[in-house]
């Protein structure tokens, strides 16, 4: 009213004014929903009901209570949640002490102990994850980091003297020359974990990463630069130092499975996925059944898992539980990781088309709970009438083999 009459508009003297009405019959301010249910109506309404003040009461009673309920049941998610984090980063600590205490200095004795492969099973903490990656995948190619300097320089001078395809040229590039995939290799770097925004042209790594790919399109031009390798890359990027990330990055590439689907060996790839459906009608015979009634082949979904070595297509601390595994156990867990994913979402796949099968597949749940998955990985059977994915695998490629010999023999006679 102070503000009405200072301000020169019609005052508490003045009986015409509109305002000055409501204000007269509006013996209060409510400041919230609460001063609604439980204050009195103003003076020109009529008084509530005493059956009504209780019942407004009453309801507002209790949505106080629902309130502090649901008040009490965040807190408590909230101390769990802190509770969880402090309980996994002591763990971690703890592994990390006894990985590079007692792990690590006796390597070549305890590696295949039971206690360390458990141990390895439930995760390598991030602080020594690179150098036990290192360890296990080892360097049978004896590269040196002086060999990796020397490729990089090749590759530093051969985008030096190479101008940039535009997109036209891109698809015409000379297959035969693999080193021109250098120019490739910046196209897909951008690619490569874009929400991590670390490898992209002016983050952190992107010249790190386009080094090791660079420096490996120059150590083996035969193979050259292949769509997949960034993420591989990045990842060993992340965990190891330059020199160590490319001596790994080169010696998990040149694992049998690996050259095999980077070199595009068709008739390797094929061997690789009917391997893989052995196991797969073995342990999900259903599932199994309903892919091949909707025709949907391995290729479908297991290349680019394979190809990126689920870095691309699972959560990256998860790839990276994924990976400590793969480099304890080889090739063979790649494709119990891809029953694993079948087993955790066979219920829901069995219910789609192809369509949403092939789209689902390509295109995992951004969150995929990893003590979960890794309980069915864990369920997982890899023996075939008692042979081991290895032996399978050998026996489909003789068989191959042999089917190629006779129908070269009858194509002769």
């Known amino acids: 009213m102070e503000y009405e009459t200072k301000s020169g508009r019609a005052g508490p003297g003045d009986p015409t004014s509109p305002r000055q009405g409501v204000r007269k019959n509006l013996d209060f301010e409510p400041l919230s929903t609460t001063a609604l249910i439980l204050e009195d109506r103003p003076a020109n309404l009529p008084a509530k009901?005493?059956?009504?003040?209780q019942k407004h009461r009453q309801q507002y009673e209790e949505m106080v209570a629902q309130a502090k309920k649901r008040e009490l049941k965040e807190a408590q998610k909230r101390k769990k949640q802190l509770e969880d984090r402090c309980k996994l980063e002591e763990s971690i600590g703890t592994a990390a002490q006894i990985w590079n205490q007692e792990i690590l200095p006796n390597w070549s004795t305890m590696?295949?102990?039971?206690?360390?492969?458990?141990?390895?099973w439930q995760g390598i903490p991030p602080s020594v994850r690179g150098k036990v990656w290192s360890l296990a995948v080892g360097n049978e190619l004896n590269i040196t980091h002086e060999l990796y300097n020397i490729c990089l320089a090749r590759a530093k001078e051969k985008w030096r003297s190479t101008a940039v395809p535009s997109t036209e040229t891109e698809d015409v590039l000379d297959s035969s020359d693999r080193e021109s995939s250098l120019e490739l290799i910046k196209l897909d770097i951008s690619r490569t974990f874009p929400q991590l925004c670390i490898f992209q042209q002016g983050g952190p790594y992107y010249d790190v990463l386009h080094s090791i790919l660079g420096a490996y399109t120059c150590y083996r031009p035969d193979v050259g630069y292949v769509q997949g390798m960034s993420f591989i890359a990045a990842v060993l990027i992340l965990n190891l130092d330059t020199a160590d990330a490319f001596i790994a990055f080169a010696n998990l590439l040149n694992k049998p499975c690996?050259?095999?689907?980077?070199?595009v060996d068709h008739g390797l790839m094929l061997?690789?996925?009917?391997?893989?459906?052995?196991?797969?009608?073995?342990?999900l015979p259903k599932l199994f059944a309903h892919f091949k009634k909707n025709n949907l082949t391995p290729d479908i979904y297991l290349i680019d898992w394979i190809f990126t070595l689920y870095s691309k297509?699972?959560?990256l601390d998860l790839a990276c539980r994924v990976w400590d595994v793969f480099c304890r156990d080889g090739e063979e867990f790649l494709f119990r990781t891809a029953l694993g994913v079948l087993r955790l979402y066979q219920d829901i796949l069995t219910a789609m088309?192809?369509?949403?099968?092939?789209?689902?597949?390509?295109?995992?749940p951004d969150l995929i709970p990893p003590e979960q998955l890794f309980q069915h990985i864990a369920a997982v059977h890899m023996t075939s009438r008692n042979r081991k994915w290895a032996q399978v695998l050998q026996t489909l490629t003789e068989q191959k083999k042999s089917g190629a010999r006779l129908s070269g023999a009858e194509a002769l006679s």
């Not at 590696?111 to 390895?120: A, F």
């Not at 061997?271 to 342990?283: C, G």
């Not at 088309?353 to 995992?364: E, G, N, S, V, Y």
């Open 49 to 53: 009901p005493a059956e009504e003040a």
């Open 111 to 120: 590696c295949t102990s039971r206690r360390v492969r458990d141990l390895w």
């Open 353 to 364: 088309d192809f369509i949403h099968m092939a789209q689902f597949l390509t295109r995992l």
């Open 271 to 283: 061997t690789y996925f009917a391997a893989f459906e052995v196991f797969f009608e073995e342990n």
């Open 313 to 315: 297509s699972l959560p």
């Open 258 to 263: 690996q050259m095999a689907f980077f070199r």
